[in-house]
C-alpha cells in the first residue's frame, strides 16, 4: 500500500467537532480546501482505520465523503484561483498544501 492517497471532505456543523475532525486530518495529511484533506495511507493507518477515527468524532447530522485515489488521479490533479493558497485562518498552526 505504497503512497495509496485518499481525499476526504466533510460537512460537520458544529464547530468542536469540525476542529477536532480537522485536528485529527491534519496529522495524517494535507489540507486542500477549508474542509478538503487528502491523507497518505500506510501499514500503520489503513483506509478502515482512517475511516474509524473520523467516525468516532462526528455526529449522525454530519457527513464526511471518502474518495481513495489512485496514482494516476492523485498525479493529475491541479489548482486553479486563488484557493491554490492557503486556506485562510485564524489558528496560529500554519497550514500544509501540497505541491
Known amino acids: ?32 480546501n477549508k474542509s478538503v484533506f487528502i491523507c497518505t495511507l500506510s501499514c500503520e493507518l489503513d483506509l478502515p482505520d482512517l475511516v474509524e477515527m473520523v467516525t468516532s468524532l462526528i455526529d449522525r447530522r454530519d457527513h464526511v465523503f471518502f474518495l481513495p485515489l489512485c496514482k494516476g488521479c492523485y498525479e493529475a490533479a491541479w489548482s486553479v484561483g486563488a484557493g491554490t493558497a492557503a486556506p485562510r485562518s485564524r489558528r496560529k498552526r500554519k497550514t500544509r498544501l501540497i505541491g
Open 1 to 32: 500500500m505504497k503512497d495509496k492517497k485518499v481525499l476526504i471532505a466533510y460537512d460537520i456543523s458544529a464547530n468542536k467537532r469540525r476542529r477536532k475532525v480537522a485536528d485529527s486530518l491534519e496529522r495524517c495529511g494535507m489540507r486542500i
